[in-house]
Every structure is written in C-alpha cells, then in structure tokens.
C-alpha cells in the first residue's frame, strides 16, 4: 500500500499532516500538531482479531501485582478527590479491577469497556473521575472517544490516565510497546500538553506513564 494510499489525518487533533515516523511491519506516523504518534486505519486489526487479542489476557482482581501495577494510577489519583466520589472506569477490561479498588475504597463506580461491558448508558452519566488504564493506545477513535469522556466530569473533576509515552524515534525503535498488535495510538507529553491547552485543562504526571488531567469549575 503506498503512502498516498494511506489516511494520514491525525485520530486525535484531525491534522492532515501526518510525517512517517518509522516503519516495521506497520507504518507509524508523527502529528506535528500534538505529536501523536499514530497507525494507519487500514493496518488496525479486524474487530474479531482485537477481541481475540484481549481474551487472551488474564488480569484478575485477585491478583496482588496487578493490583499493585494499578495503584501506580490509584494512589495519586485518590489525592484529586474527595470521600464518596463517583467514578467510571473506561477500558474495564475482562476482569474488572481497579473499579472495585475505588469501591473498596468507599467510591461509586461504573464501568464501560466496548468489548466486555458495552453499557453506552454508562457514557451518559456525569461522575467525579474518570479511569482509563492501558486504554488509550487501543482507540480508534481517541477524538471523539476522549470528548466524550471530557464530557461526562463534572466541573473540578479529574481524568487519570495510564499508557506508556514515546519518548523519541531511536526509543521507538526498539520499543516492545509498539508490537502489541492492538496498539495503534501513542502518546507523548508534548501531546498531553495539547490535550491540556485543547481542554483549557491542568494536568500533572506524577509517574512515568501516568497523566492526571484536572477540569476547570468548582
């Protein structure tokens, strides 16, 4: 397939700009806008195969590391709000975790995830704080699907996020992240930067692959 072939158009800000970024088996391109280093459409897996991909995996709220591996969100996040606050867990995933860490910690929870828990009525709902964990690299769509979750935080509520972040294209190169079939979108803190002047947002990244975006109002 050649480059002209390809829809270049940035998944996240719409930039038509896309420049190559690197190449393996998939093609990679760089937004010069907001830095999102993102896939093609035409090379995303079929719906069928991304599934498949994900069935595959064995997180379980029983289990103590990952437990642990999602407190790397959890414990800072809970220092943005306050006891009895409302939450959704965007990206649940097969075995729903950090949902029942929040309720286990006194918090209502919701959960969405498009494969496992396609409740869209759960995109409805205004909540304090938004979760989405090892989520971002998989969205088609991270425009609107990020909107959208925008949308739904209450003034002063808070979005934590939790993906590794490219650092730069020799990094990328022998990056194992980038092999995961399913991920397809691939952020930076230069994009996190636009998110946060898109959204007229303050964020914060107190570890490396975590981001907490903080929405203006009381």
């Not at 103590?64 to 306050?82: A, V, W």
Request: glycine residues 6%.
């Amino acid at each position: 397939m050649t480059l002209k072939a390809l829809n270049l158009t940035c998944p996240l800000c719409q930039s038509t700009d896309g420049i190559p970024f690197y190449h393996d088996h998939r093609s990679y391109f760089r937004c010069p806008a907001c830095s999102l280093v993102f896939v093609p459409p035409e090379q995303f897996l079929s719906l069928e195969e991304e599934k498949a991909q994900y069935d595959l995996h064995e997180n379980s709220a029983n289990d103590p590391g990952y437990r642990c591996f999602l407190n790397r969100l959890s414990t800072p996040l809970s220092e943005h709000i306050q006891s009895n606050s409302t939450g959704l867990d965007f990206g649940s995933g097969p075995g729903p975790t950090l949902s029942l860490m929040f309720e286990e910690a006194g918090h209502s929870m919701r959960i969405y995830d498009y494969f496992y828990a396609p409740d869209t009525k759960a995109l409805t709902q205004s909540y304090d704080f938004i979760t989405a964990t090892e989520v971002l690299e998989h969205l088609h769509d991270p425009h609107y699907e990020l909107n959208r979750l925008w949308s739904c935080l209450k003034p002063g509520g808070v979005l934590g996020i939790m993906t590794k972040r490219v650092i730069d294209q020799e990094s990328f190169r022998h990056w194992h992240y980038k092999n995961d079939p399913t991920h397809i979108c691939f952020f930076s803190i230069e994009t996190f930067n636009w998110l946060a002047r898109y959204w007229d947002a303050t964020f914060s990244a107190p570890e490396k692959d975590v981001v907490i975006f903080t929405k203006q109002g009381t």
